[in-house]
């Protein structure tokens, strides 16, 4: 199953591994759970660690934050909607667009969005009173973006909703942003923030994309880098460990020689009835050879 699963992670599309990482985070994080669980600890003990703070003396402490939040998800409804999401907005997407620029659009939309939340935080005065506590997590502020740059690119390209028939992209587009302008006030309002500015990323993205300006570039370039540093130190090691598998062979290819050598010294002194047992079947399998 495990191997199963490498196998689809390898050869799926870019979509398919952003939502397979955010499946695997999902798990490990409820696993973490059940042992905090046994253990009387807190779960969040170990996921604030990756959640995204709203006080900036606490982001400092942790800036890989403000990317490993856009992973994490709290409840299986919160994962399921996020990643349908991503699946039939990503598939659009991909219609028009490559898949680097999907994966650069869902991380710096997130990156957007989580620093929307903060410097929302830390600006309004209706959030002073939660600053130091509250955190976010989740992809909506990574999603959204990529739901709002295809709606941006191809408003009038229409989908069928159930119950609802044929609607254009830039109407659910606009739909999403109203419904998150208009919950602010009503609970999780940095949510519905980071929501915002991840989208208002999406569409600056295209309008720049427009006119001939790709922000995706420097990311894309980033992401070579480091994918082809990776490749090199695998290739690296691989080298290594093979140099040290011929080494070895060597090695044991000159210790059998003398051992044979040691054998038939003994037999031309003593006669091939002086041979113990594991002398012979030394020799035997030297003979096959």
Request: cysteine-free; hydrophobic content about 45%; aromatic content about 14%.
């Amino acid at each position: 199953m495990i191997e199963e699963f490498k196998r689809q992670f390898l050869k799926g599309s870019k979509r398919t591994k952003l939502i397979y990482i955010n499946l695997v985070v999902f798990v490990l994080m409820k696993l973490f759970g059940v042992f905090a669980f046994l253990m009387q600890g807190n779960p969040w003990d170990f996921i604030h660690w990756f959640a995204l703070p709203a006080e900036i003396s606490n982001l400092i402490q942790k800036p890989w934050s403000i990317i490993s939040y856009m992973f994490i998800h709290e409840g299986f409804l919160h994962i399921l909607f996020n990643l349908l999401w991503l699946y039939f907005g990503g598939q659009i997407f991909m219609k028009y667009l490559n898949s680097k620029q999907l994966v650069s659009t869902y991380v710096l939309g997130g990156f957007f969005g989580g620093l929307s939340y903060v410097l929302s935080f830390n600006l309004f005065p209706v959030f002073q009173q939660n600053l130091s506590q509250s955190m976010a997590i989740g992809a909506s502020a990574s999603v959204l973006p990529i739901l709002t740059a295809i709606a941006t690119y191809v408003p009038n390209y229409s989908v069928h909703l159930t119950f609802i028939g044929r609607i254009k992209l830039k109407h659910i587009a606009i739909f999403s942003i109203l419904l998150d302008i208009i919950s602010i006030p009503k609970g999780n309002s940095g949510g519905h923030i980071a929501h915002l500015g991840g989208a208002l990323y999406g569409f600056l993205y295209i309008q720049q994309l427009k006119g001939g300006k790709d922000w995706s570039r420097g990311f894309n370039r980033l992401m070579d880098i480091l994918a082809n540093n990776f490749k090199n130190q695998s290739l690296k090691k691989a080298h290594i460990k093979k140099s040290k598998t011929d080494d070895q062979w060597r090695t044991e290819k000159v210790l059998s020689q003398k051992e044979i050598n040691r054998i038939l010294d003994k037999i031309s002194k003593s006669g091939y009835e002086s041979l113990n047992k594991k002398e012979k079947e030394t020799l035997f399998k030297e003979s096959k050879k």
